[in-house]
């Protein structure tokens, strides 16, 4: 991969709370902003806004899959400010809104303890 779309990549990963703008990334990587979207897709097939979002959705899974941390807390804490815009992409990419994925872990995890745990079945 090339060396300024790995840095871009860095830089995207380290500062997911951040709002990135195109020309600083683009002066990270000591080329124009047009430069940078142009060789970025044709390393990754995305630009890197489009990366930044994936890479967000992403990491919001994660967060719902393993803290209790509230919807709202994850979007601030990777970086996503407009609720309607989060919850339209991530029911994009999961098929579902992220409360709801947040539900059927805590049931998937509640039926797997209980099926690990025979003696606390109910009538048991």
Known sequence: ????????????????????????????????????????????????????????????KEYLETTFLSVKEIRREIGATDESHFIRDF????????TQLRTKVTAEESGAAGASNPGSQIGQ
């Open 1 to 60: 991969m090339d060396g300024r779309v790995q840095a871009t990549i860095e830089l995207i990963e380290n500062n997911l709370k951040r709002a990135l703008l195109i020309d600083k990334l683009a002066r990270t990587a000591h080329l124009s902003a047009s430069r940078l979207r142009r060789v970025f897709k044709s390393e990754t097939g995305l630009t890197p806004a489009q990366y930044l979002k994936r890479l967000r959705i992403r990491k919001a």
């Open 91 to 98: 029911k994009k990419v999961y098929g579902m809104p992220p």
